[in-house]
């Protein structure tokens, strides 16, 4: 299933290393680079059953507004370390799926949307 491959610890691992290796700001829970080890440590098996059951709820994103140069503003969102570490899992383990020709054009990865209509299940 593609939950699993996405929660593995390898595929975990992977992308705790490039999230974490990007020391970015925090997000709104205010844990950055070096908080966010405590957090994983003390909120993963939490996190993973949410996964499992599809009741993962990401947090709100950060806004940030950044100058640009000839005068404008970009709004920029930031999210919390969590939601990137399992961003970046699932995006690796489908870009894994792309490479190994798993996913072919006009494929679809099955996405169910829970019941209360709040998140998305994928497998």
């Excluded at 999230?19 to 440590?41: E, H, I, R, Y």
């Excluded at 919390?80 to 679809?108: C, N, P, S, W």
């Amino acid at each position: 299933m593609l939950l699993e491959e996405i929660i593995s610890k390898s595929n975990m691992q992977t992308a705790y290393r490039q999230v974490t290796g990007n020391n970015g700001a925090a997000g709104v829970d205010g844990v950055g680079a070096t908080g966010f080890p405590g957090q994983l440590k003390a909120e993963w098996e939490t996190v993973k059953a949410a996964l499992e059951t599809g009741t993962y709820q990401p947090q709100a994103v950060k806004r940030v507004i950044i100058p640009k140069p000839n005068g404008g503003e970009r709004k920029l969102g930031i999210p919390t370390y969590m939601d990137r570490l399992i961003q970046q899992a699932i995006g690796d383990q489908l870009a894994k799926m792309l490479l190994a020709g798993e996913v072919h054009d006009g494929d679809a990865v099955p996405v169910n949307v829970s019941p209360d209509g709040d998140s998305l299940v994928l497998g």
